[in-house]
């Protein structure tokens, strides 16, 4: 997988690293900034130069919203039942949480494989709807988005979209599926709430190839992203029509 590196305060190197760093508490997760932290990897995917393909830039964005979820956890008060040793029951509740991610991984990647053949074939472009390069000169599409409130949504929408009991999908998502159903639901809706993509019921590895397909549409110059309120939304350009 291709290496993301960030550079903060206290820490300058690969993000698997200071999320493992971060996981042993060998790095206080509360002197680490993590709009930072999301603000480089953002960048890193959208770029134009990036070495990302889809799987590492959706293990990346997970990885994100799992330091989120890990600080948040970490500014909670100890109110759990008494246990005989509070400290190991910790530790298994921290391992748990890390297994989680890495499941996660492991059940992105396995469509590594059919998004290479995808993007090969050019079966990820799309005739119409598309927004030429010409487009990208309009105003930046995450100008008015923070993006730590964008690697938020990706979290809330792990939390409240997904079916508890659905680990694995029955059949893989591609890429070219979480575009055409971006394309089906906004060609409805204008404008949409960052939420509304996600159906609920989703799979997580569902969750995050709409996200990457999100960001594919922000790419192309086919949405903007505004917020409204702390609010995120999702508007369709005039100019780059949505089929």
């Known amino acids: 997988m291709s290496q993301v590196t960030v550079d903060i305060d206290n820490f300058t190197g690969p993000l ?28 890193a995917i959208l770029s134009p130069d990036s070495p990302l393909d889809a799987d590492d830039a959706g293990a ?31 530790i298994i509740d921290e391992e748990a949480l890390a297994m989680e991610h890495l499941l996660e991984y492991q059940h992105y990647r396995g469509v590594a494989e059919i998004l290479g053949q995808l993007a090969e074939e050019g079966a990820l472009l799309y005739s119409r709807g598309m927004a030429s390069t010409e487009s990208f000169q309009a ?23 997904v079916t508890p009991s659905m680990e694995v999908p029955t059949e893989e998502y591609t890429l070219s599926q979480a575009i055409s159903h971006l394309h089906a639901t906004l060609s409805q809706k204008r404008r949409l709430h960052i939420l509304g993509i996600f159906p609920r019921g989703s799979s997580r590895l569902e969750i995050i190839v709409l996200f990457l397909g999100l960001l594919e549409l922000i790419r192309l110059g086919e949405v903007l992203l505004i917020d409204e309120a702390g609010q995120i939304f999702i508007h369709a350009r005039e100019d780059g029509q949505v089929a």
């Open 60 to 90: 990346y964005l997970v990885l994100c919203a799992g330091l989120l979820r890990l600080k948040s956890r970490r500014l909670l008060p100890e109110d759990r039942q008494p246990s005989a040793d509070p400290a190991q029951e910790e």
């Open 139 to 161: 105003a930046p599409p995450l100008e008015h988005v923070s993006l730590m409130s964008l690697v938020a949504a990706l979290d809330e929408a792990l939390k409240t979209r």
């Open 16 to 43: 698997t690293l200071l999320f493992k760093l971060l996981m042993q508490r060998e790095i206080d997760v509360f002197s680490v900034r993590l709009t930072q932290i999301a603000r480089q990897v953002v960048e």
